[in-house]
Structures are given as structure tokens and as C-alpha cells.
């Protein structure tokens, strides 16, 4: 083994490193070995990504509900309903990177016959990242979409002050040629919850316009957070976008939606019945797969070419800064917050597997 | 004939006359008797439900298109690829009206068998609010969503000068038991365009956040509207989200995007190419359908029943403004501007069809 880097402030992982650690952390925490390696490879994809609120931070919050016995460890996934172009599986609480690496599964081999695939899920849990499902029918030559109830209420209705609404999130990811995937995954609030948290851990201030407090003014301290809520992108837009989300992922499926949404931050024991869906959009029942990318890499490069605003180095297309770190972390590892880095080396001890180790 | 109320400010028109006045105009035009008929249906529609700018006020745009040859009045619409879940339509430059009425009709038919259904247009023109098409699957107990691409560009990419993107709206129609469907029309960006052309009309300033000029100031007086470009919903997101729209329904059907957009205030003759989309969802599919509507009513419920900020007197769902416009104009007609009237009744003695008649 290569001795750790002495500087934990620039220390790197490895992608595969990252895997091994969650993989083996998680079945040491009991999930069978395919599933645990499913779950850490996907995992390890989404710090890959850039999505770090979703990647191996998440790993410490997983094992409290495991071990406090909130989700179950050999669940069966079924189909529960099926028509030929959808499925609704039921996740058995299993660990959400199951359920939806096998919804997408599905969606992608029904868009091969219906042209469109939709799979929904209920009783799913947290799987990571948006962009890291609606990527996966990419490979197939197909569009990929992705929608999720977030598993905490941040939002109150436009007007309001119970939160009723979380995030949810909405992803799509859209096949080019030459060019890189056209990637959105964006929460409907304007700041994800995971941001907040984020600003908290480094102690900064929040900008104007994440959140308010009951009475409608600014909240900007981190720390106070559950003293306000997340203000929903395009005000009552936004609120109207995470509310069809919410009943598209969550309350067709038969999943929890508005009061029924387990605050998984503060219970680690009640099924979060969560819900998501994934939809595949099949490019060849459309016509010819490369005039298609063709068309997308000219509207990237008109958008790319666009004249810019005073001060703007360059227009960037929705994935290209999560391709750009895919690129620079599979070059030269992850890094991660020394306060993480401390917390992992701790758990890897307690669970009796190796440290992670840097590059 | 009832003589017409002396005063124009109040007068009121049934949506019967509005829907004879748009049919008979339509068909003085040109169009065969039976879509005329659809299209005054669909348009008066409009007007019920409160998109006044996509009712009534489009009869004279559209005519000045239909006028310089720049729409086909007698188009063959055929569907150019088909899968059991999907099917692309050539519109073949007819009403989009016809065009998005035959697509709904299919992507209904089409969730029937699969569970979903999409069928995506090209080669269609502006076919009235979004809302219209998304609402139709609602009587077949199915959800409806409906992307568009708009038909002028407004909006630069984030960061970007060049007007490449249009306020591509997303609407999405979803059942409910004993509550009123809930119903989101939104535009891609703050303001549709059509309300800046309202303030232009009357006179008024326009909040800030609506517009900014070049220099990425806030542009107020919608005189100047040229001069600037629309802010998308929540910034970048927004962005993303018009992006996507127009990928979803212009791109992937070879329909107009980007620089290819005909902006149709300026050119009443180049074949617009719009691309539209519209999806039904079969709740039956996903199991039993008034179960899934007391979910729903129960979300309705929670969410109004919300706690509210200091000064907001109710909370309002996505659609039920809408749907109260809907039931006050059904009662008591329709009030058109004074001005609108006065053009509409110019054009009624060109065309040799009797004029408008208030209630």
C-alpha cells in the first residue's frame, strides 16, 4: 500500500479506490457483495461527477439507517404493474441504487420496443445523484430522464410557510456526436438542500436569494437554516415544477409525497417509501441516430458560439463542467474535505477494513 | 341579433360567438369547414380559460401568415415514424391546432396499449397555450404533458448575447379526484413574451427581473423590449430547462432550434418548422385510478391547508386560477380589450362575416 499523503488538503482518490472503500464498507455493513459492489460503483460515479453531496459523504448517513434498521438489506424488487411501455417496481426498501439501476434497466429495454420506456418506483430509498439514472440510457443511443421526491421537505407552497415540498429534483440527459452529452440535473429550488449543508461545514454565509425566514426576509446564515426554507427557482414556477415532480415520481408511484415524506436527516428508522421514475427516449424510433447528434453538436456549437455578456469567458451547456471534472478526476483522483477524509478513516477502523488510500 | 353593449369596456362575449366568430373567419380565409371548426373550438378555448394571449388576439397574426402564403391551408398531416409508445407527425405546415389535436388524440391512444405515449411534430405552427394540448388526456383519466418550442427566440444562452433560445413552455395536466386538475402552463423563462407585449399594450413599465439589456441591467419599459431579452426562471436553470425543451420537442422531431427558429412577429412567409410534443399517462396502468385521484385531492388539500405568510390570503394550486377563469367566463362571457374589438370588428366587415355580438 502507497502511504497516504502527508497533506490531507490535497490529497486524491482514485475512482476504483473510492469503490473499493464503499464496497467493502457496505458489506461489512451487510449488504450482499453484488449489491454493495453496485451501490459503490455507482457511488464512486457520482464523485467521479462531481456530485459530492451525493457521493461518499452520504456513505456515514447509510450505515446510521442501516444499522438502525431503517431499510432493508436483501430486498426483492418486483414489478408491480406493467404495460408494455412501463413498469411501477416496488424496491422493497432496498438501497435506492438498486431500485433505480434496475428501473433504468427496464425503461431502456421498453424504449427498445415502445420507442419511450417509463419505469416508476415506490418504496425505493436515496440513490444518489439525478444525472447519474438519466445518464444511463446515453450508452444506449437513447435520451434519458429522471425524476425524484426529495427525502426531506425543504419548500412550502408559493405563499406558504409548511414545508410541504422537497427539492425534487429533475434530470436529462440528452446524446450529441462529437460533442459531450447535454446534461441538466437541477433541483427545483434554487439552491439544493446538500449546498446548504455544504455552506454550513465551511462556516460561510449563504447569498441572497437560497432562502427565507418565516416572515419573507433573507436567510443567510447557514447555521439557521431550519429557521426558514429553500425559495423554489422562478418563485411560484418553481413551486408549481417541484409539486409535478413530486406527483410524477412520488404520488403515481404510490410513494410518499407532501406529509407523508420521511425526513431521512432526522429518522433513520421509518421507510422512506421513496419514490422516483426514469424514463428512455429511444433515438432510432425517431429516424437516423447520427442526423440526430448531428443536430444537437450544431445546437451546442451555436449556443457555445453565442456573442457573451461584459466579463463571461465562456458559455457553458448543461454537463460540460460535470464532464470537465468526470476528465480531471479520472486523471487525478477525487479530493475530499480533510473533515470527511477524518470521518472515513474512522469508520474504516471500527468496520475493520482498510483506510482509504490516496494516490 | 342583440345590439351590442354600448359600453366596450365591460362588454362580455359567450365563448359560443367567440368560437363562431374565429371559425367563420377562418374558414373566409381558406380553411376547409372542418378545420375551421377545430381551430375556432381550440381558440375559444383559449380565451375560456384565461390565455387571453394565445386566444382571440392570434386571429389577425394568423392571418397576415395565412395571407402571404406562409401557412398551408389544406396540409396532408401524416405520421412519418411510428413505435407502439411513440410516433413522430409531419404537420406539413397546417395550424398547429390540427397538428397538436391529431397528436394528442394518438399519444392517447397510444397510452391505452403501452401505459405512455409521445408523439413529437414537425413542420407545425404555434397552436395556442400549452395547457390546451396537456389537458386533453385528463377526460381519458390519463396525465398530459406538452413541451413546445416557442416560435421567436428571446432568451440567450446563460452568460450569452445572441437570442438563440425561445420561452419554450412545459405544461403538465394531472387528474384529481373531487379537486380541480391540477394544471402548470409555465414558460421557460420569468415572463412569456406575450406579457410583455401586454404591458407594452397598456402603457405600463415592467418589473424588474423580467428583462435586462446588453449591458445585463434591468430593462423596464417594454417599448424598449428589442433593445433586451428574457431572463430564464432561476438563472442558469432556466437556461437548461429551455434547452431541454427545445431538444425534447424540436430537435429530436427535426423541427426548428436554435438560429433555424423563424421568428413569426417578423416573417409571415418562411415555413415556421415548429416542433411540439405532447405525452399521455394512463393511470390505470399504474393501478386503480380513483385511488390514485384521493392522493391526489389529500396533496391539494395538505397544500392549502398550509400555514401561509404574513398578508397571503390563500394558496393557490398550479391551474386553479385558470379553472376559476374557466367557470366565471362559461357564466358571464368573456371581456376583450377595446381595442382588440375595434380591430376584430374592421376585420369581420372585410371578411363580409357579422361582427363579434357582446352578450
Known amino acids: 500500500m502507497k502511504p497516504s499523503n502527508p497533506n490531507t488538503h490535497s490529497a486524491r482518490f482514485a475512482g476504483a479506490e473510492l469503490e473499493r472503500f464503499?464496497?467493502?464498507?457496505?458489506?461489512?455493513?451487510?449488504?450482499?457483495?453484488?449489491?454493495?459492489?453496485?451501490?459503490?460503483?455507482?457511488?464512486?460515479?457520482?464523485?467521479?461527477?462531481?456530485?459530492?453531496?451525493?457521493?461518499?459523504?452520504?456513505?456515514?448517513?447509510?450505515?446510521?439507517?442501516?444499522?438502525?434498521?431503517?431499510?432493508?438489506?436483501?430486498?426483492?424488487?418486483?414489478?408491480?404493474?406493467?404495460?408494455?411501455?412501463?413498469?411501477?417496481?416496488?424496491?422493497?426498501?432496498?438501497?435506492?441504487?438498486?431500485?433505480?439501476?434496475?428501473?433504468?434497466?427496464?425503461?431502456?429495454?421498453?424504449?427498445?420496443?415502445?420507442?419511450?420506456?417509463?419505469?416508476?418506483?415506490?418504496?425505493?430509498?436515496?440513490?444518489?445523484?439525478?444525472?447519474?439514472?438519466?445518464?444511463?440510457?446515453?450508452?444506449?443511443?437513447m435520451i434519458g430522464l429522471y425524476f425524484a421526491v426529495g427525502n426531506a421537505n425543504h419548500l412550502p407552497p408559493w405563499g406558504g410557510l409548511s414545508m410541504l415540498l422537497s427539492t425534487n429534483p429533475i434530470a436529462v440527459a440528452v446524446p450529441a456526436g462529437e460533442e459531450p452529452a447535454i446534461v441538466l440535473d437541477m433541483a427545483t429550488t434554487v439552491a439544493a438542500y446538500g449546498k446548504v449543508k455544504a455552506k454550513a461545514q465551511r462556516g460561510e454565509m449563504m447569498p441572497e436569494g437560497w432562502m427565507i425566514d418565516r416572515t419573507g426576509a433573507p436567510l443567510l446564515d447557514p447555521a439557521r437554516a431550519d429557521e426558514g426554507f429553500l425559495m423554489p427557482i422562478g418563485g411560484y414556477k418553481g413551486y408549481g415544477l417541484a409539486l409535478i415532480v413530486g406527483l410524477l415520481a412520488g404520488t403515481?408511484?404510490?410513494?410518499?409525497?407532501?406529509?407523508?415524506?420521511?425526513?431521512?436527516?432526522?429518522?433513520?428508522?421509518?421507510?422512506?417509501?421513496?419514490?422516483?421514475?426514469?424514463?428512455?427516449?429511444?433515438?432510432?424510433?425517431?429516424?437516423?441516430?447520427?442526423?440526430?447528434?448531428?443536430?444537437?453538436?450544431?445546437?451546442?456549437?451555436?449556443?457555445?458560439?453565442?456573442?457573451?455578456?461584459?466579463?463571461?469567458?465562456?458559455?457553458?451547456?448543461?454537463?460540460?463542467?460535470?464532464?470537465?471534472?468526470?476528465?480531471?478526476?479520472a486523471a487525478h483522483g477525487v479530493a475530499l474535505p480533510p473533515a470527511l477524509q477524518k470521518q472515513l478513516a474512522a469508520f474504516a477502523q471500527e468496520l475493520g477494513i482498510p483506510a482509504l488510500q490516496a494516490l
Chains 1, 2 share one sequence.
Open 252 to 329: 403515481l408511484n404510490g410513494a410518499a409525497m407532501g406529509k407523508a415524506v420521511v425526513d431521512f436527516n432526522k429518522d433513520d428508522v421509518t421507510p422512506t417509501n421513496t419514490g422516483q421514475a426514469i424514463m428512455a427516449i429511444d433515438l432510432s424510433a425517431w429516424g437516423d441516430i447520427d442526423a440526430f447528434k448531428a443536430r444537437v453538436d450544431t445546437l451546442v456549437r451555436e449556443l457555445r458560439a453565442s456573442e457573451r455578456m461584459p466579463g463571461v469567458e465562456r458559455i457553458w451547456l448543461p454537463g460540460e463542467q460535470s464532464q470537465a471534472k468526470r476528465m480531471e478526476h
Open 22 to 141: 464503499i464496497t467493502q464498507a457496505l458489506e461489512r455493513l451487510g449488504l450482499p457483495a453484488a449489491d454493495a459492489a453496485t451501490t459503490g460503483q455507482l457511488m464512486a460515479q457520482a464523485e467521479l461527477q462531481g456530485s459530492d453531496g451525493h457521493g461518499i459523504i452520504r456513505l456515514l448517513p447509510y450505515a446510521r439507517r442501516i444499522r438502525a434498521g431503517g431499510l432493508n438489506l436483501t430486498p426483492t424488487i418486483k414489478v408491480v404493474q406493467e404495460r408494455p411501455g412501463m413498469a411501477l417496481i416496488d424496491g422493497d426498501n432496498g438501497m435506492g441504487h438498486l431500485v433505480m439501476a434496475r428501473a433504468a434497466e427496464m425503461a431502456i429495454e421498453k424504449a427498445r420496443i415502445c420507442g419511450i420506456g417509463w419505469v416508476g418506483s415506490q418504496h425505493s430509498n436515496h440513490a444518489g445523484p439525478a444525472s447519474l439514472y438519466a445518464r444511463m440510457p446515453l450508452a444506449h443511443n
